[in-house]
């Protein structure tokens, strides 16, 4: 049975929210942003019309949330009255308060993402370390694991591109992860993680280490403008390997992108190099192969405006000891995430996709850092 106290925090907790989120302010908002819609000229330019329409529902959400928080809520302290009157269990209140903590836990959260481009879809590439065998296993081993934590949110998965191991697991893989705060939630994860293990590939049954590297972007869309270079362009098709049936390997419908970029700050040139394979269809892959080109540009881009939340840069960090973020060590039962401290026994269930506690731990001090230095 909860406390009194127990019941004061959440109550408090929830009129912070309140507070913080400015939902008095964001119901005006709403109404105004709302009318711009009625327009009769609205939908004239269609663009414009989707920019605005979600930012409608943009506003709509964290109404929609806060209110939901407020009735689970005003729920356990009608519960929590009612059971000195006998009228309900301990089981029900403590079952109210379940529903109405992780509620709040979860807006408490969600306040952490007030970066633009948060609630973006993210575009997540693994790459497999050196070593092997072992790394390409281990490569893969994060893809599902990124996979299972992606459809236990309800985020829809595709897999624009992928390179098969030597022998098993992945050298690459490069996925769309779509659904409402996607890249704020998994920007977390951009580093390397380092997995330590008895190989199941080593006949001397030996302790081994493997790194596999994690890049996040977030995924732009028709209302985020990013120049691309015609000039800086080119192409190249080529038949995709692996399963798809016959179709797959006898048309060229992977396209390979090569755009000569050009650091505005340094003036290196580097050549980012984009495949992709989702399709048969060649036009699509091209338009997606773009979209991935511009989303790339869109987080550099992030990145020079704002060093000081994302210092991970694509292609900077070497895949080695002295760059790793988390570290999985199978034997001893521990998952560990060197930046915040946070750790978990529960190996089996973080390789399944429960990752929460880590996206949180880190939102929490990072994010609480960013926003401190903005007020």
Same mark, same amino acid.
């Given at each position: 049975?909860?406390?009194?106290?127990?019941?004061?925090?959440?109550?408090?907790?929830?009129?912070?929210?309140?507070?913080?989120?400015?939902?008095?302010?964001?119901?005006?908002?709403?109404?105004?942003?709302?009318?711009?819609?009625?327009?009769?000229?609205?939908?004239?330019?269609?663009?414009?019309?989707?920019?605005?329409?979600?930012?409608?529902?943009?506003?709509?959400?964290?109404?929609?949330?806060?209110?939901?928080?407020?009735?689970?809520?005003?729920?356990?302290?009608? =519960?929590?009255? #009612?059971?000195?009157?006998?009228?309900?269990?301990?089981? $029900? &209140?403590?079952? !109210?308060? @379940? %529903?109405?903590?992780?509620?709040?836990?979860?807006?408490?959260?969600?306040?952490?993402?007030?970066?633009?481009?948060?609630?973006?879809?993210?575009?997540?590439?693994?790459?497999?370390?050196?070593?092997?065998?072992?790394?390409?296993?281990?490569?893969?081993?994060?893809?599902?694991?990124?996979?299972?934590?992606?459809?236990?949110?309800?985020?829809?998965?595709?897999?624009?591109?992928?390179?098969?191991?030597?022998?098993?697991?992945?050298?690459?893989?490069?996925?769309?992860?779509?659904?409402?705060?996607?890249?704020?939630?998994?920007?977390?994860?951009?580093?390397?993680?380092?997995?330590?293990?008895?190989?199941?590939?080593?006949?001397?049954?030996?302790?081994?280490?493997?790194? =596999?590297?994690? #890049?996040?972007?977030?995924?732009?869309?028709?209302?985020? $403008? &990013?120049?691309? !270079?015609? @000039? %800086?362009?080119?192409?190249?098709?080529?038949?995709?390997?692996?399963?798809?049936?016959?179709?797959?390997?006898?048309?060229?419908?992977?396209?390979?992108?090569?755009?000569?970029?050009?650091?505005?700050?340094?003036?290196?040139?580097?050549?980012?190099?984009?495949?992709?394979?989702?399709?048969?269809?060649?036009?699509?892959?091209?338009?997606?192969?773009?979209?991935?080109?511009?989303?790339?540009?869109?987080?550099?881009?992030?990145?020079?405006?704002?060093?000081?939340?994302?210092?991970?840069?694509?292609?900077?960090?070497?895949?080695?000891?002295?760059?790793?973020?988390?570290?999985?060590?199978?034997?001893?039962?521990?998952?560990?995430?060197?930046?915040?401290?946070?750790?978990?026994?529960?190996?089996?269930?973080?390789?399944?996709?429960?990752?929460?506690?880590?996206?949180?731990?880190?939102?929490?001090?990072?994010?609480?850092?960013?926003?401190?230095?903005?007020?």
């Amino acid at each position: 049975m909860i406390t009194a106290d127990q019941l004061k925090d959440i109550v408090e907790r929830t009129d912070a929210l309140r507070r913080y989120l400015n939902i008095d302010q964001k119901k005006i908002e709403f109404e105004e942003e709302q009318l711009r819609t009625q327009a009769p000229d609205f939908w004239d330019d269609p663009k414009r019309a989707e920019a605005q329409m979600k930012k409608v529902k943009g506003i709509e959400k964290w109404l929609k949330e806060y209110a939901h928080c407020r009735e689970l809520t005003d729920e356990l302290q009608l =519960a929590f009255d #009612f059971y000195k009157d006998e009228m309900v269990t301990e089981e $029900e &209140v403590d079952a !109210d308060y @379940a %529903k109405a903590i992780k509620a709040v836990e979860d807006l408490e959260l969600r306040n952490m993402l007030r970066q633009e481009e948060d609630a973006m879809d993210a575009v997540l590439k693994i790459n497999s370390g050196a070593g092997g065998t072992e790394s390409q296993d281990w490569a893969e081993m994060l893809m599902r694991m990124y996979q299972r934590w992606s459809e236990a949110h309800g985020y829809t998965v595709k897999i624009t591109d992928i390179q098969d191991g030597d022998e098993a697991g992945i050298k690459s893989v490069t996925m769309t992860i779509e659904g409402g705060d996607a890249y704020g939630y998994l920007k977390c994860e951009n580093g390397v993680h380092r997995l330590v293990r008895v190989s199941p590939y080593n006949a001397q049954g030996k302790r081994m280490t493997s790194f =596999a590297s994690v #890049f996040v972007t977030p995924l732009v869309d028709d209302s985020i $403008e &990013v120049y691309v !270079d015609p @000039a %800086k362009v080119s192409w190249d098709t080529f038949r995709s390997g692996g399963a798809g049936g016959q179709n797959v390997n006898k048309v060229e419908s992977g396209v390979r992108l090569r755009y000569q970029y050009e650091d505005p700050d340094t003036g290196e040139h580097e050549e980012i190099l984009i495949e992709n394979t989702e399709t048969r269809d060649q036009p699509k892959n091209r338009a997606k192969a773009m979209l991935l080109l511009k989303s790339q540009l869109y987080d550099r881009a992030l990145k020079r405006k704002q060093a000081e939340q994302a210092k991970v840069e694509a292609g900077k960090k070497k895949i080695e000891w002295g760059s790793q973020i988390r570290s999985y060590v199978f034997d001893d039962r521990r998952v560990k995430d060197h930046r915040t401290g946070y750790q978990t026994s529960d190996v089996d269930g973080v390789m399944d996709g429960k990752i929460d506690g880590f996206i949180k731990a880190y939102l929490m001090e990072f994010a609480a850092t960013d926003a401190e230095k903005e007020a």
